[in-house]
C-alpha cells in the first residue's frame, strides 16, 4: 500500500541552524506531496505542498522538491528559531475514490533552542 | 474566522459508555473527515463524508460510527468505547474532493482516554 517514511525525531537544532527533515514515499500511482506542520494543543496546517516532479514548494522560509527518481520531498530550512519547534508531517495523496485522503508518515518533532 | 471547531477537547471514559465528538465547520466545504493520531503511527483516517449522507470508511473505521445530517457537522460516535480507542482525534475539512488544490483544514484535536 501507499506509505510515507520519515526520519525519527526528536531533532534538535539551536536557533539558526539548517534544518533537513527526510521524507520518502511508496506509491502506486502519482501522488501529491504535502508537509503539514502541528504546533503544540493545534491541529495540522498546510505548510507547503507540490504536486508534480521537479515542483519546489515553499512556505516561510521552508522548502521541499518533489524528486521522483528518488520518491523523496525532504523539508529544509535554511535558519531555523525558536518558534519553528513543532511536529512535521509529510503526506501524500493520490486520486482514488477516497476524495480528499492523506496518507502521513509518524511525524518528526522539531525543537529549536536559543 | 474560519475554521474547523471540535469538542470536546478532552474527555475521559469508561469502557462502554457511548460517546461523541462533534464536529462543525463554518465555510461551507462538502468534504470531512476524521483521523485519529496515534504515537509512532502518525494520523490514520477513519471516516470521510464527501457530501451530506455520504460517508464511507477510511483505514481504520472499527468500533466508529459517523453521519453526515448536516452539511457543517460531522460527529463521531463510539457506541462502546474500548481502552484501544484512546488517541487524539482530529476533523478535517476542505472544499473539494482532491488534497492537491483543496488543502485539508484540521481542527484543533480531541485527547479521549477510555479507562
Known amino acids: 500500500g501507499d506509505s510515507v517514511t520519515q526520519m525519527e525525531g526528536p531533532v534538535t537544532l539551536s536557533e539558526e541552524a539548517f534544518l533537513t527533515i527526510n521524507c520518502t514515499y511508496t506509491?502506486?500511482?502519482?501522488?501529491?506531496l504535502f508537509w503539514y506542520v502541528q504546533y503544540p494543543g493545534e491541529g495540522l496546517q498546510l505548510l507547503l505542498k507540490?504536486?508534480?516532479?521537479?515542483d519546489k514548494g515553499s512556505n516561510k522560509g521552508f522548502e521541499a522538491t518533489y524528486r521522483k527518481e528518488t520518491t523523496s520531498f525532504h523539508l529544509e530550512k535554511g535558519s531555523v528559531q525558536v518558534s519553528d519547534s513543532a511536529v512535521y508531517f509529510c503526506a501524500l495523496s493520490l486520486l482514488t475514490g477516497g476524495g480528499n485522503k492523506l496518507t502521513f508518515g509518524t511525524g518528526t518533532q522539531l525543537k529549536v533552542e536559543l | 474566522e474560519a475554521q474547523v471547531t471540535q469538542n470536546p477537547r478532552y474527555l475521559i471514559t469508561v469502557t462502554g459508555k457511548k460517546l461523541t465528538v462533534t464536529c462543525s465547520q463554518n465555510?461551507?466545504?462538502?468534504?470531512m473527515s476524521w483521523y485519529r493520531q496515534d504515537p509512532g503511527l502518525g494520523l490514520r483516517q477513519i471516516y470521510y463524508s464527501m457530501n451530506v449522507e455520504v460517508t464511507d470508511k477510511g483505514d481504520v473505521p472499527e468500533g466508529y460510527k459517523v453521519s453526515r445530517k448536516e452539511k457543517r457537522n460531522f460527529p463521531l460516535i463510539l457506541e462502546s468505547p474500548s481502552p484501544n480507542q484512546t488517541s487524539l482525534y482530529f476533523c478535517a475539512s476542505s472544499q473539494g474532493w482532491t488534497a492537491y488544490n483543496s488543502p485539508l483544514h484540521f481542527g484543533n484535536g480531541t485527547r479521549l482516554t477510555v479507562t
Open positions: 506509491a502506486t500511482g502519482y501522488p501529491s
Open positions: 507540490a504536486t508534480k516532479a521537479d
Open positions: 465555510m461551507n466545504h462538502e468534504y
